[in-house]
């Protein structure tokens, strides 16, 4: 069962709006939360984390926030521009104790296309 | 050379080919994975090595045999495939500060693989 689950796998946004990409966990472990983004022919590209003791992230036109109860995190984008089209791939991990750390766990993604 | 490269790109092999994917960061770091990403699939992750020593194998075939020479390469040796093994394959590097700490992880443009 998945536990990092992005359910809207598109979202098409007219550039200058804003861009919502969501994600929902099912794992109450997660305390480590990253976005991701990937171009065709690229690896995943780093964008923002945000850890569990936060309910908000901010990186430029870049926010993350994060609602525990609901287990529920979301990446705003604003403006939204047509070079932010691409795959954005939610992760998250916890903390394991007795030695080993915590491996990402991704959703599947969701392909954001800015229109001009 | 900077951040996490793949060699090869693109690759194309039989059944009974041997291959080997090869990964090398530039960034320092202490720990190096490889994942796998299907079509419409989550990224799954197959070897964790730390300080040089795997320290995760999420049940992957022995069909695919990984290989870290030292904390800036890493191998994916790859024996008898199956067609459903085809992929991308994508190889990343983190830095573990500690037991019990969750990081950020760079990843590589990932070796499309097919096999025949």
């Known amino acids: 069962d998945q536990q990092v689950k992005q359910n809207s796998p598109s979202l098409s946004v007219q550039e200058g709006r804003i861009s919502i990409l969501n994600c929902d966990y099912t794992n109450s472990m997660f305390d480590y939360f990253l976005w991701y983004k990937k171009y065709p022919a690229e690896g995943p590209t780093f964008l923002i984390s945000?850890?569990?003791?936060?309910d908000k992230n901010e990186d430029g036109r870049f926010t993350v926030f994060l609602n525990k109860s609901a287990k529920h995190l979301s990446l705003h984008i604003v403006p939204s521009q047509p070079g932010d089209s691409a795959v954005y791939f939610c992760?998250?991990?916890?903390?394991?104790?007795?030695?080993?750390?915590?491996?990402?766990?991704f959703g599947k993604g969701t392909k954001l296309s800015v229109k001009p | 050379e900077t951040g996490v490269t793949q060699t090869p790109r693109h690759l194309v092999m039989g059944m009974t080919n041997k291959k080997s994917l090869k990964c090398e960061q530039h960034?320092?770091?202490?720990?190096m994975y490889w994942y796998k990403q299907s079509a419409k699939k989550p990224l799954e992750l197959m070897f964790v090595y730390s300080l040089e020593e795997r320290v995760e194998n999420n049940s992957v075939p022995s069909r695919f045999s990984p290989e870290c020479p030292n904390s800036s390469h890493l191998f994916l040796h790859l024996h008898t495939l199956q067609p459903e093994d085809s992929a991308l394959y994508l190889c990343?590097?983190?830095?573990?500060?500690?037991?019990?700490?969750?990081?950020?992880?760079?990843f590589g443009p990932g070796t499309r693989l097919t096999v025949l």
């Open positions: 945000i850890s569990s003791i936060k």
């Open positions: 992760a998250a991990s916890a903390k394991k104790y007795g030695g080993s750390q915590g491996n990402l766990i």
């Open positions: 990343a590097s983190s830095q573990r500060p500690g037991t019990g700490f969750t990081d950020t992880q760079y």
């Open positions: 960034l320092g770091h202490n720990a």
